[in-house]
């Protein structure tokens, strides 16, 4: 799966759809498999501009650990994305270690708090993309909340 096929299923990640405009022009394939191998790093990422306010964002909640926001490009009515502000190496779920537990618990415990906040009493689903095969597009752990309407199984 390269990012076109995260595009069309509707799982395009907040770096590739809600800052670059215009869109560069496509790859060629060849190009496109090397732009993927090289994405997952520790470096800085477009969340990193959105916890320092450089970029706006809609925020919904923020204390001292999490930043949660709207998604730019809801895929659903309701569409926020939860980011720890200390990313302390945890740039995926598949690089947690013990040290991440934490802020993990604390992660998700937040999301139901927001879930509360935005009245999805009636559930919701949350999706953590996990590298480029995951559709992961910036390597920043982030939990995406949707709700607001029927979801569907299989996810995709």
Known sequence: MDRDDCKTSGRIGVLSSHFQSP??????SSE????LAATPS???TIFDKIIRKEIPAKVVYEDDKVLAFRDVSPQAPKHIVIIPK?????TGISKAEERHTEILG???????????QEGLNDGFRIVIN?????CQSVFHL???LLGGRQMNWPPG
Do not use: R
């Open 142 to 144: 982030h939990i995406h």
């Open 23 to 28: 869109l560069p022009p496509p790859m060629a």
């Open 42 to 44: 520790d470096g800085p």
């Open 86 to 90: 200390l990313k302390d190496g945890l």
């Open 106 to 116: 604390y992660m998700l415990y937040v999301t139901k708090l927001i879930a509360k």
């Open 32 to 35: 496109k498999d090397a732009a």
């Open 130 to 134: 996990d590298g480029p095969k995951g």
